[in-house]
């Protein structure tokens, strides 16, 4: 049973800064990513990154702004977030992808954090 534990939100002013971090336990995993649900709004992708962290990825509205980071020894994945905007608000979920499958399906999925950026 892998489990995912998501911390580090909370309301945060515009331009401000937040690390979520999160944590993975029961099996190694390929790849994690980031995923964010606004309100009235569908789940995005935010980021991704492989264990070996050879590859990155990041959904264009969060470039330049948001760093994917993960420490292996921890099994901790963390989404540092820098010049928040409101439209940031959302619940931020974090999910890993046991093996590498040619598609965006990820297998487990955390309970989410929320992330308020007040104006």
């Known amino acids: 049973q892998v489990q995912l534990v998501e911390s580090g939100g909370g309301l945060v002013q515009a331009g401000g800064s937040l690390k979520l971090s999160c944590a993975t336990s029961?099996?190694?995993?390929?790849?994690m990513g980031w995923f964010r649900q606004g309100p009235g709004k569908e789940r995005s992708f935010v980021a991704a990154?492989?264990?070996?962290?050879?590859?990155?990825t990041y959904a264009q509205s969060v470039k330049g702004r948001f760093t994917i980071s993960r420490d292996n020894a921890r099994n901790t994945v963390f989404l540092q977030m820098n010049s928040l905007k409101p439209e940031d608000t959302a619940v931020y979920y974090c999910?890993?992808?046991?093996?590498?499958?040619?598609?965006?399906?990820?297998?487990?999925w955390g309970q989410g954090t929320q992330v308020t950026v007040s104006s």
């Open positions: 990154i492989t264990w070996g962290g050879n590859s990155i």
């Open positions: 029961g099996r190694s995993w390929y790849k």
């Open positions: 999910a890993s992808k046991l093996v590498f499958r040619p598609n965006d399906d990820y297998d487990y």
